[in-house]
């Protein structure tokens, strides 16, 4: 049975061929038939959890609203007389929550454009030159750990197992619990968006980010720019480096890399490579070669400087030193 469904899901998987003009724009077609397939039920997903969520909301708790247990976690206090729904805490910030979570996770999903047939395509170009294609969904499994915690502490309360006779304990208490539900849900959300991605390892927590770049618009003749892959190193340094940005924009410069921002709000530096899949292991390893001379120059120039503070320090202050681009300089001089 477990062998038959993997069969099924490889025959799902078109082979993609990116070698003739033909055969890119045949490849092109699969990748947006696929995508369209992948948006279509994440859009379909989103309906029903909401429709799931307002049928709860408009006919199971509304009816509860006056009576609702929340407000202990507002005044310390229930209602007295009042017939509290079972489980209310716990039913209502699960729903609310899982629901949040899900539908900004489909969202991601529909955002990244990679399907099954060009995953495959990209994990075998990568495999070919001994790296590895990885995808990183870690923002599910923070989300469950932090809402179990959650949950827990809330069924607790629902069963009146959990109170406090001190007033000021109660008041700590429930301060700090709506602030943990705040971040329980705001957390994996955050990580969803930094670090749900796809990733090729090119050394031990070294990472180079794969992000699909396709037109969906059909259009008779091909286009070139119809389909890409933009590649974003890990963060180099801050943008305020003068020394790191002169390397930066030198070893940018020589390797025809882009020197766009990946990030008008982001500080640091980033190396930015665009491919088309024809040409992807060229220019995987075009910035691959810049990761490995900024690694080399950049450290290399700061134990240089080190050198010449401590040569200076040591002097003290006889021997002048040269300056940051004097250093800069001559590093690139050597190589």
């Given at each position: 049975?477990?062998?038959?469904?993997?069969?099924?899901?490889?025959?799902?998987?078109?082979?993609?061929?990116?070698?003739?003009?033909?055969?890119?724009?045949?490849?092109?077609?699969?990748?947006?038939?696929?995508?369209?397939?992948?948006?279509?039920?994440?859009?379909?997903?989103?309906?029903?959890?909401?429709?799931?969520?307002?049928?709860?909301?408009?006919?199971?708790?509304?009816?509860?609203?006056?009576?609702?247990?929340?407000?202990?976690?507002?005044?310390?206090?229930?209602?007295?007389?009042?017939?509290?729904?079972?489980?209310?805490?716990?039913?209502?910030?699960?729903?609310?929550?899982?629901s949040i979570f899900l539908i900004i996770y489909l969202i991601k999903a529909i955002y990244l454009k990679f399907t099954p047939s060009l995953i495959r395509y990209i994990e075998r170009e990568t495999k070919h030159i001994?790296?590895?294609?990885?995808?990183?969904?870690?923002?599910?499994?923070?989300?469950?750990?932090?809402?179990?915690?959650?949950?827990?502490?809330?069924?607790?309360?629902?069963?009146?197992?959990?109170?406090?006779?001190?007033?000021?304990?109660?008041?700590?208490?429930?301060?700090?619990?709506?602030?943990?539900?705040?971040?329980?849900?705001?957390?994996?959300?955050?990580?969803?968006?930094?670090?749900?991605?796809?990733?090729?390892?090119?050394?031990?927590?070294?990472?180079?980010?794969?992000?699909?770049?396709?037109?969906?618009?059909?259009?008779?003749?091909?286009?070139?720019?119809?389909?890409?892959?933009?590649?974003?190193?890990?963060?180099?340094?801050?943008?305020?480096?003068?020394?790191?940005?002169?390397?930066?924009?030198?070893?940018?410069?020589?390797?025809?890399?882009?020197?766009?921002?990946?990030?008008?709000?982001?500080?640091?530096?980033?190396?930015?490579?665009?491919?088309?899949?024809?040409?992807?292991?060229?220019?995987?390893?075009?910035?691959?070669?810049?990761?490995?001379?900024?690694?080399?120059?950049?450290?290399?120039?700061?134990?240089?400087?080190?050198?010449?503070?401590?040569?200076?320090?040591?002097?003290?202050?006889?021997?002048?030193?040269?300056?940051?681009?004097?250093?800069?300089?001559?590093?690139?001089?050597?190589?």
């Amino acid at each position: 049975m477990e062998r038959g469904n993997m069969r099924n899901s490889l025959k799902s998987i078109s082979e993609l061929n990116f070698e003739n003009e033909q055969g890119i724009f045949d490849s092109a077609k699969i990748i947006r038939s696929e995508y369209l397939k992948k948006a279509l039920k994440s859009i379909a997903c989103i309906i029903a959890i909401l429709t799931v969520a307002l049928s709860y909301l408009v006919f199971v708790y509304l009816p509860y609203l006056d009576n609702n247990s929340f407000n202990y976690l507002i005044s310390g206090t229930y209602p007295s007389g009042s017939n509290i729904f079972p489980l209310d805490l716990t039913l209502s910030w699960s729903l609310f929550s899982t629901s949040i979570f899900l539908i900004i996770y489909l969202i991601k999903a529909i955002y990244l454009k990679f399907t099954p047939s060009l995953i495959r395509y990209i994990e075998r170009e990568t495999k070919h030159i001994g790296f590895e294609f990885k995808k990183r969904f870690e923002s599910m499994g923070l989300f469950i750990i932090l809402n179990v915690v959650a949950i827990v502490i809330l069924f607790y309360l629902d069963i009146k197992a959990l109170h406090f006779n001190n007033t000021y304990w109660s008041i700590l208490f429930r301060n700090t619990f709506v602030i943990y539900l705040f971040m329980s849900i705001t957390l994996p959300i955050i990580w969803i968006f930094r670090n749900d991605k796809f990733v090729i390892k090119v050394k031990e927590n070294v990472f180079i980010e794969c992000d699909l770049h396709y037109n969906l618009s059909k259009k008779e003749d091909y286009d070139p720019n119809l389909l890409g892959i933009i590649l974003t190193s890990n963060r180099l340094c801050s943008k305020f480096d003068k020394s790191g940005k002169y390397i930066y924009s030198k070893i940018s410069e020589n390797r025809w890399l882009k020197k766009n921002d990946t990030s008008a709000i982001s500080p640091y530096l980033h190396f930015q490579e665009f491919s088309v899949p024809y040409n992807f292991q060229k220019q995987f390893l075009n910035i691959t070669l810049a990761l490995n001379e900024w690694e080399n120059n950049y450290d290399s120039n700061l134990d240089l400087m080190n050198y010449y503070f401590s040569t200076y320090y040591l002097n003290n202050k006889i021997k002048k030193y040269p300056g940051e681009d004097q250093l800069i300089y001559l590093k690139f001089l050597n190589h």
